[in-house]
Every structure is written in structure tokens, then in C-alpha cells.
């Protein structure tokens, strides 16, 4: 089952990527569309990555 989900995960993230590339090349509305939700979804993982490797706020690090 967990398999599953993750080929899915893959697929959808193949598939937004192909949709980048054919957008980029002026390919259909619903296209584009597909790819401003799959550089919006992409943005979101790198900003929650980076919040995530800093830390809660307030943690300092320094010791």
C-alpha cells in the first residue's frame, strides 16, 4: 500500500515537471496551469526545508 502512494507521488511529480517543460514552450492553458501549481507546491518545500533545518526560533545553537 505505502508503495503504492509513493509510485502515485512519483507520477504526479513526473508529470508536473513534463508540464514545466511543455508550458515553457506554450503548451496549453490547463498546462500552464499545472505547472504554476507544481513551482508554487516545489517553492513550498524548499522554504519548509530551510525552516526546518534552522531550527525553532529562539533555539540559538550557540552554546
Known amino acids: 500500500m505505502v508503495a503504492l502512494v509513493l509510485v502515485g507521488i512519483l507520477v504526479l511529480a ?3 515537471c513534463a ?3 511543455w508550458a515553457e514552450r ?3 492553458r490547463w498546462a500552464r496551469t499545472v505547472a504554476t501549481v507544481t513551482l508554487a ?3 513550498l518545500v524548499r522554504r519548509s526545508a530551510k525552516a526546518r533545518r534552522r ?3 529562539g533555539s540559538g545553537g550557540g552554546e
Open 14 to 16: 513526473v508529470g508536473g
Open 55 to 57: 531550527g525553532p526560533k
Open 19 to 21: 508540464c514545466v517543460l
Open 26 to 28: 506554450g503548451g496549453p
Open 41 to 43: 507546491a516545489g517553492a
